[in-house]
C-alpha cells in the first residue's frame, strides 16, 4: 500500500476518484499544479463546478454512462484554473469498482489544443489568402485583358471616314502577328459595313519584312473577295524598296501617295466630286453628288 501511495503521490497524470454525488473523493497532487486549487477545494464542490459550461452536460453524461457498468471511456472536456482560464483535460475513466466509485485519469492536454487551434487557425488564413490571390490574379488577368484589348484597338483603328469608305491608317511596327490581326480586323470591318473600299494607309510605317509584306498582299486580295477595293497609300521610300528588293508581285495593287489621295481616288471612283466651301470662306472640303468628274 506504502507504494501505491507513493506511485498515486508522484506520478505526472491525474489521479482521481469521484462518487454518485458527483465529488471528487481522492485526488493526488497533479491537480493543484494544473488547475492551481488545493485538493481540499476541489473536493469541497461537485467536479462539474469547475467544468466549462459548455462542457458541463456532456460530462454529466459521460458520468452517468460510467455509473451503469460501462467499462472504459475517454473523453475530453475543460476545467477552469484558478487564475479564471481553462485547461483542457483528456480523460480516461473506468466503470465504479466495488467500493462504488469511479477511477480516472486525465491529462493536461491544453498545450496540444492550442497548438491544434494556431493550426487551424493558420489553416483558415492560409485559405484566406489563397482565395485572396486568385481573386487579384483573375482580377489582374482582366485588367491585362482589358489593357490588350485597348492597345489592340489603338494598334489597328478602323475609321469609317464616309458612305462606303473605310481606312486603317498603320503606325510603327508591323510584324507578322500585326499584320494577321490587321487582316482579320480589317475583313470584319468590310463585311459589316458593306465598305466598297478599304484603304490602307502606311504613312506611319518605316519598314516591312517578307511574311509581312505578303500579309499585306493578302489583305488586298481578301478584301477582294468582299467584294470591296483594296487601296494602299503612304508608302514610304524605304518601305518601298524594301518591296523592290524582295521581289513582290504588287501587280494589280492600287497605290497612291497619300491619304488624302486615296479618299480622292474613292470618292471619284463612286462618282463624288471634292468642292470648296467659299460661303464659308475657307477651304473645308464638302462633298457633293455629282456624276464621274471629267478630266
Known amino acids: 500500500m506504502a507504494d501505491f501511495d507513493r506511485f498515486f503521490q508522484v506520478t505526472l497524470e491525474m489521479l482521481a476518484t469521484a462518487n454518485r454525488d458527483g465529488y471528487f473523493v ?13 485538493l481540499d477545494e476541489l473536493r469541497s464542490q461537485p467536479f ?5 459550461p459548455d462542457d458541463v452536460e456532456p460530462t454529466i453524461a459521460v458520468a ?4 451503469t457498468g460501462v467499462e472504459l471511456v475517454t473523453f475530453e472536456n475543460r476545467y477552469r484554473h484558478r487564475d479564471g482560464g481553462y485547461r483542457w483535460l483528456s480523460w480516461t475513466s ?9 477511477y480516472a485519469c486525465a491529462r493536461d492536454i491544453t498545450t496540444y ?3 491544434l487551434a494556431e493550426r487551424e487557425q493558420a489553416l483558415a488564413l492560409s485559405s484566406q489568402f489563397e482565395s485572396d490571390y486568385r481573386r487579384v490574379e483573375e482580377e489582374l488577368r482582366q485588367r491585362v485583358e482589358a489593357q490588350q484589348d485597348a492597345i489592340h484597338s489603338m494598334s489597328t483603328p478602323i475609321i469609317q471616314v464616309w458612305d462606303d469608305i473605310v481606312t486603317m491608317p498603320v503606325v510603327g511596327l508591323v510584324d507578322s ?4 490581326d490587321m487582316k482579320n480586323s480589317l475583313l470584319e470591318t468590310v463585311a459589316r459595313t458593306s465598305a466598297k473600299f478599304a484603304i490602307v494607309d502606311l504613312t506611319g510605317v518605316d519598314t516591312v519584312d517578307t511574311a509581312t509584306a505578303d500579309h499585306l498582299l493578302k ?25 523592290v528588293a524582295l521581289g513582290l508581285d504588287m501587280h494589280g495593287v492600287i497605290t497612291l501617295r497619300s491619304l488624302r489621295e ?4 474613292c470618292m471619284r471612283t463612286m462618282g463624288l466630286r471634292v468642292v470648296k466651301n467659299e460661303a464659308a470662306g475657307t477651304t473645308l472640303a464638302a462633298i457633293a453628288a455629282a456624276g464621274p468628274e471629267n478630266g
Not at 502577328?177 to 494577321?180: D, E, G, K, L, S
Not at 483594296?230 to 508608302?235: K, L, Q
Request: glycine content about 10%; aromatic content about 8%; hydrophobic content about 50%.
Open 113 to 115: 489544443k492550442e497548438a
Open 26 to 38: 481522492d485526488l493526488n497532487p497533479m491537480w493543484t499544479r494544473v488547475l492551481g486549487y488545493s
Open 177 to 180: 502577328v500585326r499584320a494577321a
Open 262 to 265: 486615296g479618299l480622292k481616288y
Open 48 to 52: 462539474v463546478e469547475f467544468v466549462h
Open 94 to 102: 473506468a466503470a465504479p469498482g466495488p467500493d462504488g466509485l469511479l
Open 219 to 243: 489583305v488586298m486580295r481578301a478584301v477582294g473577295l468582299l467584294g470591296a477595293r483594296c487601296v494602299i497609300t503612304g508608302i514610304q521610300p524605304s518601305v518601298a524598296q524594301i518591296i
Open 64 to 67: 452517468a454512462t460510467l455509473f
